[in-house]
């Protein structure tokens, strides 16, 4: 993997805001949103591949993620600040009209801020991307029925007690997350590393314990019905293992005219990781197709 361009800090909404670019902007600018909430941007790095094909990569960590500055102030942990905070990242780093891709929660993100700001975008790409929290919680939950009995024991008599960092809870948790998340025998350092250093604040607070427990700002998120307004060349991926469901991918692209959608054969989560190059190339083929005349 290549080595940033330029990386430092920049103030955003009051804060700092660490951030990393590769490559050069002769096709034009890559603004990637990473997920969780409360991940960091690591675990995307495979994206900066595209920096290969003549594209300006951007990643940055969101408020209290990774390298930037913490904050222990609950309120602006919201999706409404968020997004505020990528159309800041944008102008203040200049960026002009992006390629927005956003992973996971970070799809959440890209989808609402096409709503609100499409005027600055070329293109919208989500990886595993969310617009309706309920459905997802619901598909997740007919994954975890389908666990082998003894795990899903396990998961649900912990669950009861709320005994969510017991280690013989989070073994089983496991199981799910190697069906759905990343399905690779060998995790790469760069998902360890976010993984590791999550925000449990920004967790508990939008999210909750686990992935089936959704109990924070994010559980009743849906913004379907607001879907119909993007109007930029859209790009909806996901595996076909995905702990955020075909399903989902599946309703998402139905609400945005002309949207395109494929489903990597051999992946969960992360198509970026566990089938890297057809993911660059999937992606690289669609923003090369909507390049500026």
């Known amino acids: ?33 990473h997920g969780g909430p409360g991940l960091d941007h690591q675990y995307m790095l495979p ?39 990528v159309e800041a990242v944008r102008a203040q780093l200049k960026l002009g009209k992006v390629h927005l891709i956003g992973s996971s929660y970070g799809g959440l993100l890209a989808l609402e801020y096409a709503i609100q700001y499409q005027k600055n975008l ?41 005994e969510y960092t017991d280690p013989e809870y989070q073994r089983a948790l496991m199981t799910f997350y190697r069906r759905h998340f990343c399905r690779l025998e060998k995790w790469p350092k760069e998902l360890n590393s976010s993984l590791s250093n999550a925000n449990p604040l920004i967790i508990s607070t939008m999210n909750g314990p686990t992935e089936f427990t959704v109990v924070g700002g994010l559980r009743y998120w849906d913004n379907r019905s607001r ?12 595996g076909i293992h995905d702990e955020v469901s075909p ?18 054969p051999n992946s969960s989560h992360l198509a970026m990781w566990e089938q890297r190059e057809a993911c660059i190339s999937t992606i690289q083929d669609f923003l090369s197709a909507n390049l500026p005349e």
């Open 122 to 162: 070329r293109t919208l790409t989500t990886i595993g991307g969310v617009s309706s929290m309920p459905l997802v919680i619901a598909e997740m939950q007919r994954m975890k029925s389908q666990l082998p009995p003894e795990t899903l024991e396990v998961l649900e008599a912990h669950e009861a007690r709320g």
């Open 47 to 85: 994206l900066a591949d595209l920096a290969e094909h003549g594209f300006r990569v951007v990643f940055y960590d969101q408020l209290a993620c990774g390298a930037s500055e913490r904050t222990r102030d609950i309120g602006l942990f919201t999706v409404e600040r968020a997004v505020r905070e």
């Open 227 to 238: 879907l119909h307004g993007i109007r930029v060349p859209t790009l909806i991926l996901c």
């Open 247 to 264: 399903k989902e991918a599946r309703a998402i692209s139905r609400r945005i005219k002309g949207s395109r959608r494929f489903v990597f």
């Open 1 to 33: 993997m290549s080595r940033p361009t330029s990386e430092g800090r920049v103030k955003i909404l009051g804060f700092d805001l660490n951030y990393s670019i590769f490559g050069k902007p002769v096709n034009g600018t890559i603004l990637t949103l």
